[in-house]
């Protein structure tokens, strides 16, 4: 049963930094691009972050480039979003997203004082 299941969300102060983690299973996951995707509240959903197999190409989101950096362990099935120096607009449900077409179910990211 392939699975993408997100976690290291919170609540954050403007200027803080939070790490996401997408662990895979049920698929090879050193086969598959993967990505981070966001969707904030009346706003659609919008990739944030995506990394090629080997991680040598990655894709970032105007907003969030020199914040945020995605990387990947194809030993652990895992892909990382460090965020640094979060703003009240990062605000959002943070979502994993295979080059397969599968999703995960998301993690809630709040930036507020």
């Known amino acids: 049963q392939v699975q993408l299941v997100e976690s290291g969300g919170g609540l954050v102060q403007p200027g803080g930094s939070l790490r996401l983690f997408c662990v895979a299973s049920?698929?090879?996951?050193?086969?598959?691009?993967m990505s981070w995707y966001r969707q904030a509240p009346g706003k659609e959903r919008e990739r944030v972050a995506r990394?090629?197999?080997?991680?040598?190409?990655?894709y970032y989101f105007d907003s969030v480039k020199g914040r945020f950096t995605i990387s990947r362990d194809n030993a652990k099935n895992t892909v990382y979003l460090q965020m640094n120096s979060l703003k009240p607009e990062d605000t959002a449900v943070y979502y994993c997203?295979?080059?397969?077409?599968?999703w995960g179910q998301g993690t809630q990211v709040t930036v507020s004082s």
């Open positions: 049920g698929f090879t996951f050193s086969s598959y691009s």
């Open positions: 990394i090629r197999t080997d991680s040598t190409t990655v």
């Open positions: 997203y295979a080059g397969n077409g599968a």
